[in-house]
């Protein structure tokens, strides 16, 4: 039986920390030596995770699926970082940046845990400025911010638009050093394909190694997955072709708790989909929507031309243009939260005004930027986005403005993790997008990098010492333990099974049917009948899955087909377990929208009174449901109230 | 759009690597190459599901084509490729994964080979090692600092045009095409860009030297030539960067020599 213990330390909200750090247990570098660490994924939470315990003087091996850390998807968030500087004077705070974060994600996070955020949120900034990252300036030679949604002030840090990218070099730089002093042990190309859980506590784990095909075993003391999301179960998303979230199903196969896995974002400024052949969604910074303007044609008639060509949209008088988000919510206006943003345009293009051919896009135009900045301006601020945009879609965006679409963009659900950063099972901890603990139903722009460096840099190697000290007596984790073969087997026959198949569906044509169930019934709204409807048809394509794909070539080389047959497996799982999730979650909340749970203007509808936990599922078998368990949220520290971004 | 594909095939390192050729057709202007490529792969692979009706000019031998990718961005730096002699294809400034077919004219062939170097052997088809690049980073591509213990951001100011010259140094992706481009195989501007970005900054300055000469040793010992200032490595350069950096690497570099 699971219990759910948060390990929320007492005391003041504001000393919580502080008072637990000075209580947890810590290793000392003689035994730090004799103790091993697993380190999965290298994006923002795993490298700047490996580095720091690297120069603590524990062991580490970093694995990572692609040729280098540095691929990592961290590398492509575009916008930048918040953190309470307060360096513009906006009268900022730790306790802002909290309270904007619990109100963003729609009172559907862990208070303790989002303090915490924002407290270490500065020193992340000072840490990534001693690395050599070179975040904007101005003349003065000081730091430089922006806005982004769901803010009132400026505290966003920015590199152009490739702040994740110099944040991650700055990460991923740390974690050389480590390597080339020997503390840290890089293993590039290796996928984790299981979990081995010895007496309940996770010590190690089996990868294939994808250049050779051949399946390994290693152990350690204690395993930290920072494996990112599961955005890409929608087959199309802003997600790299690669993310994934196989590692964090096989923890929760293992007994590892998986919570809110419903709460999913929709970014709502992304390239719209433009045929069959896509593959992949592009991003346009939120960035932007500190100079863009958010607008559809007032008139149905405008909307008919411009699908037809007959004019184009800089031709549509300022009069006859629909500024939605401005007219909506005139205190926030286009900078409100994602799920905000995201719902206002399917409304708009429900409601018949999508500008594009298939009625599934709206405009974001830099018309008012231009005339009272210039050109000159919006080319340093956005320059390679606007170059980005035009190689996509062969339109100059400083001509005509841009047309966008919401996408799948990142899941805040995840791994539950405790206030320490551990799962359910000792000795597992999730960091980064791969737990649940800070988003809530919706995460704010600028917030996921700085979780994945607040949980790496500051907050895991700290508290994983408290864990790690009970273990300074065992010795190195034997991998001919029995345990490490049953999982070695269990994979080796997975594999062979996949193979032997040799049915009539290719990996991907099950991969984008996935998508198309999950994008209509689990996507930007959701209902009864259609996520009933939604478990059904993903527990029918399973079956076809496993009993009608083929993968093509075979285990003992480079086989990309095989790669994407394995987390296409896990996808279907975690797809299903969404669907679940959204089913019993009968509220609206951030990015989850029951239709059944709406107000009378369309906006989301909380039931705090029955709804007001995390939903964590334990794992019961394979085709058995799995069982709930809820961990109940209280928030002594902010209001509880209706998100209004109106007034 | 139709287009006859040209493509290098190699099983593994050891193995011997030949063209070759496959007619793809129903392709959108709008499509991007790696995506042509994931249609061309889905047709290799139905071929081998149903040999008897596989579609002209897609007989698949070998199964599908092996090739790097991952943001399709332009930003992670996975994806690589010759492209009709090219790396990352006739545009300039941009990655593989963000070139689309609109490029291409209509009915042409399309030649796709993996980046050429010794510094970088062949795993498969197209993807290559460049494990490489990251040993270079290792041996001195950072600043000696430990998590925690650092001043605050606004205590060194830093000037504003050296932090946008340093920026534009720490835009390379890592993607390798100036090595597989360089004649003389050399990785010199991968070198530079990250010795001159920390050069740049106060807080990169203090070991420059000392990080220019590691770097470059590392360089020399993984196998990848000299510089003969030939440029090329600019033009192929996906982030445009710029030969400048090189000089300053230089200048670290005699800094160094000088101490010695």
Known sequence: ?647 | MKFTLKIWRQKNAKAKGHFETYDIDGISPDTSFLEMLDILNEKLVNADIDPVSFSKGCKSAEGPVSFDHDCREGICGACSLYINGRAHGPESGVTTCQMYMRKFKDGSTITIEPWRNNGFPIIKDLVVDRRAYDKILQAGGFINVNTGGVPDANVIPVNKDNAEESMDAAACIGCGACAATCKNGSAMLFVAARVSSLALLPQGKVEGARRAKAMVAKMDELGFGACTNTRACEMECPKKISVSHIARLNREFLKAKFKD
């Not at chain 1, 919510?329 to 018949?352: H, I, M, Q, T, W």
């Not at chain 1, 047959?565 to 797809?575: C, K, P, S």
């Open chain 1, 1 to 647: 039986m699971i219990e759910l213990k948060s390990q929320v330390p007492d005391g003041p909200l504001a000393e919580k920390w502080t008072n637990h750090k000075a209580h947890i247990k810590v290793v000392s570098p003689a035994n730090k030596k004799k103790l091993d660490i697993i380190v999965i994924g290298t994006g923002l939470g795993g490298a700047s995770a490996a580095a720091t315990l690297g120069e603590l003087g524990y062991n580490v091996k970093i694995f990572c699926i692609s040729d280098s850390p540095r691929r990592a998807h961290s590398i492509a968030a575009q916008g930048g970082i918040n953190a309470a500087k307060n360096y513009q004077n906006d009268n900022d705070s730790i306790y802002r940046l909290f309270y904007d974060t619990i109100k963003g994600g729609d009172y559907r996070s862990r208070e303790a845990n989002v303090y915490r955020l924002a407290e270490v949120s500065n020193n992340i900034i000072d840490q990534c400025v001693a690395q050599g990252v070179p975040f904007a300036r101005d003349y003065g030679g000081l730091l430089d911010n922006r806005s982004f949604g769901g803010a009132q002030v400026s505290r966003t840090f920015y590199a152009r638009g490739q702040t994740g990218q110099q944040l991650l070099l700055g990460a991923y730089a740390a974690l050389n050093r480590q390597v080339a002093k020997g503390k840290v042990q890089s293993f590039p190309r290796h996928e984790m394909l299981d979990l081995v859980v010895i007496n309940g506590e996770a010590k190690g784990i089996i990868a294939r190694d994808l250049t050779t095909g051949e399946i390994k075993r290693f152990g350690a003391h204690a395993v930290v997955l920072a494996t990112g999301g599961y955005g890409n179960t929608y087959f199309l998303s802003t997600n790299a072709m690669n993310s994934n979230g196989s590692a964090a199903m096989q923890c929760y196969r293992k007994g590892a708790c998986f919570a809110n896995p419903c709460f999913a974002q929709i970014h709502p400024t992304c390239i719209p989909v433009h045929g069959d052949q896509q593959s992949k969604l592009t991003l346009m910074s939120e960035s932007l929507r500190n100079d863009g303007r958010i607008w559809v044609p007032k008139k149905l008639e405008d909307v008919e031309a411009i699908r037809k060509g007959t004019k184009k949209p800089s031709d549509i008088a300022e009069e006859d243009r629909d500024y939605y988000l401005e007219r909506r919510y005139p205190a926030f206006g286009n900078l409100v939260p994602r799920d905000v943003a995201s719902r206002a345009a399917k409304e708009r293009c429900d409601a018949g005004y999508g500008v594009n051919e298939q009625g599934l896009a709206v405009f974001l135009d830099f018309k008012t930027c231009m005339e009272q900045k210039g050109r000159a301006y919006i080319e340093e601020k956005y320059g390679n986005l606007f170059q980005m945009y035009e190689e996509i879609n062969d339109v100059d965006p400083y001509k005509e403005p841009m047309m966008i679409f919401p996408a799948i963009h990142y899941t805040m659900g995840g791994l539950w993790v405790d206030y320490n950063l551990q799962t359910t099972i000792p000795g597992l901890y999730a960091i980064g997008e791969a737990n649940f603990s800070d988003h809530g139903g919706n995460r704010l722009g600028a917030s996921a990098l700085m979780q994945g460096l607040a949980d790496g840099y500051f907050i895991l190697p700290y508290t994983i010492g408290d864990y790690l000290a009970k273990k300074i007596q065992e010795p190195k984790v034997d991998t001919n333990a029995p345990e490490f073969a049953e999982a070695e087997k269990a994979v080796k026959e997975k594999i062979d099974k996949l193979f032997s198949i040799k049915g009539k569906r290719t990996v991907d044509s099950i991969h984008k049917e996935l998508g198309l169930i999950m994008w209509n019934n689990v996507g930007m709204a959701r209902n009864e009948a259609g996520l009933k409807k939604a478990i059904e048809e993903i527990r029918a394509l399973k079956k076809e899955f496993w009993t009608n794909v083929f993968v093509d070539g075979e285990n003992s080389h480079f086989n990309q087909e095989l790669e994407k047959a394995l987390r296409v497996a896990d996808f279907l799982e975690i797809g299903e377990l969404m669907a679940i999730d959204a089913l019993n979650r009968k509220e609206s909340c951030g990015g989850h929208f029951r239709e059944e749970m709406q107000t009378e203007d369309g906006e989301t509808k909380r039931d705090d009174k029955n709804f007001m936990y995390v939903a964590a599922w334990e794992y019961k078998g394979e085709d058995k449901d799995p069982e709930l368990h809820k961990e109940p949220l209280e928030f002594k520290y902010c209001t509880v109230a209706t998100r209004n971004y109106k007034d």
